[in-house]
């Protein structure tokens, strides 16, 4: 997939919960998000989570979410309704950190 020249890649992490598999194999999960620049729209993303299910069913969520216009709360009370995997909460704040770093960087450009 080839992305245009107004989106930027950002990524974040947060610590999954000790004992789960993904922990064993990953130790921390990380999200990267590919945000247009120009709409806010989250155009792909991707996870680290030891299913392709779940990472599908993660980035399904996630993509197409708009952070200029939704309120980011909007799409973590979504992830929080939906999906109900053991990394739900560094999930929750692996995104909220990649959308605060989005911020940051959209407003020192």
């Known amino acids: 997939m080839k992305y245009s020249k107004n989106t930027i890649y950002v990524s974040s992490y947060a610590k999954l919960p000790v004992g789960t598999p993904s922990e064993n194999v990953y130790k921390s999960l990380d999200i990267g998000l590919i945000i247009s620049t120009e709409t806010g729209i989250i155009e792909n993303a991707s996870v ?10 993660l980035i399904n969520i996630v993509v ?12 973590l009370d979504e992830i929080g309704k939906r999906y109900h995997g053991s990394a739900q909460k560094a999930i929750m704040v692996a995104i909220k950190k990649a959308v605060e770093k989005y911020e ?3 407003s020192s450009i």
């Open 64 to 75: 197409g979410f708009n952070i200029y216009e939704d309120n980011l709360n909007v799409l």
């Open 48 to 57: 680290t989570l030891l299913t392709d299910v779940a990472a599908e069913f």
């Open 104 to 106: 940051s960087i959209i």
